[in-house]
């Protein structure tokens, strides 16, 4: 049976950086466990998401030799326009961000992973299908059985190990339309579209904009009508509540690409057998978070991770770091144009639970 200090169970960026980080730190090797390299997102289909990160995110991702042009990186933005608390829109500053190509960081860091002998890497359903901590195998013949001192689980929102998940009996979802060089009709990409961030609140939601020099992004996020209508009905949902500001200078969401709608809503779990790290411990909602920034920093915590008191400790900052989100994701329904509207009502009552 192998013996690993640290194993960690998926390859997202979260999970890349933690195996990465855990080397670099000599606890090598580490065995990084996934069902599937990440998708292309160049292939037909692809998934062009993009995230507003901090700007110092940049300066971290470049000592691993993820350079910003790989990633989609363009200008930085210290502004965004938003519409919530009245249907008048507001210029509001904020820490200054730069938005990336999530899926190009993805295989960024995936390429860098592939270049590194010392960590092992096993891919396949099979291999996610833990039965304890450290043992990935039904078969005890099976050559593959492996042993690790520590199990880091970053396998997102699935939390493959958790004992406990809490999540919205009614989940909210994010729908993206994209608008990039192979998803537009024409073939063509306006470069100038705009890419500072623009949010508006919805009865049922909220649609927010963003861009790279590449691609640019309209997301609904919410429940019913907010995530639910055809092209021509969202756009109509816009005009209806004076939110059409936010795809000004922009083509007809009828060009766009509409992807699957997949969860965003506040969830959190537990695991008594590993240790949990971004989205797999707490899945923020992106309307008040850093979402992917934070995980990447409790990836570079992982590895220290090997007594129960830093544990204990690390799962304590978890659990205040829960609570301060829900807060903040409290307060802004509660300063939100359609806070009284029941969508946004249920939502705040499945939120209060997270600051217990």
């Not at 169970?9 to 580490?30: E, S, T």
């Not at 970053?154 to 999540?167: E, L």
């Not at 649609?207 to 756009?235: C, D, H, W």
């Amino acid at each position: 049976m192998k013996h690993y200090r640290i194993a960690v169970l998926g390859n997202g960026p979260v999970g890349i950086l933690a195996a990465l980080h855990a080397v670099r730190q000599g606890h090598g090797p580490v065995l990084l466990l996934a069902a599937d390299p990440p998708v292309n997102a160049d292939a037909e289909g692809g998934d062009y998401r993009i995230e507003a990160v901090p700007v110092s995110l940049l300066a971290l991702l470049l000592e691993y030799g993820i350079h910003p042009h790989l990633i989609g990186a363009g200008q930085t933005h210290a502004v965004r326009q938003i519409q919530w608390d009245s249907k008048t829109c507001m210029s509001m500053p904020t820490p200054r961000t730069v938005h990336i190509h999530r899926p190009a960081l993805e295989q960024a860091l995936w390429q860098k992973l592939l270049q590194e002998p010392r960590i092992h890497l096993h891919l396949g359903e099979q291999s996610l299908q833990l039965h304890d901590a450290g043992v990935d195998s039904i078969n005890g013949d099976n050559p593959n059985n492996w042993h690790a001192d520590l199990l880091v689980d970053a396998s997102g929102r699935a939390a493959r190990t958790a004992s406990s998940i809490d999540k919205s009996p009614q989940p909210w979802v994010a729908r993206l339309f994209t608008l990039a060089g192979n998803t537009r009709p024409s073939g063509s990409f306006q470069s100038h579209f705009h890419s500072h961030f623009k949010l508006a609140a919805l009865p049922e939601g909220y649609v927010y904009s963003l861009a790279t020099p590449e691609v640019q992004n309209v997301v609904f996020v919410g429940r019913g009508k907010a995530v639910k209508g055809s092209a021509e009905e969202l756009q109509q949902l816009l005009q209806s509540t004076q939110a059409d500001w936010v795809l000004q200078s922009l083509p007809q969401l009828t060009e766009f690409h509409s992807g699957m709608a997949h969860p965003v809503s506040l969830q959190w779990a537990a695991s008594e057998r590993s240790v949990l790290i971004g989205d797999a411990a707490l899945a923020r909602d992106i309307l008040s978070s850093q979402g992917l920034s934070c995980g990447l920093s409790e990836a570079l915590c992982a590895a220290d991770l090997g007594t129960p008191q830093a544990r204990a400790n690390f799962q304590q900052r978890q659990t205040q770091q829960r609570q301060l989100h829900a807060t903040a994701l409290l307060n802004q329904i509660r300063s939100c144009l359609y806070g009284m509207e029941t969508a946004w009502q249920d939502y705040a009552q499945f939120i209060m639970q997270a600051r217990t």
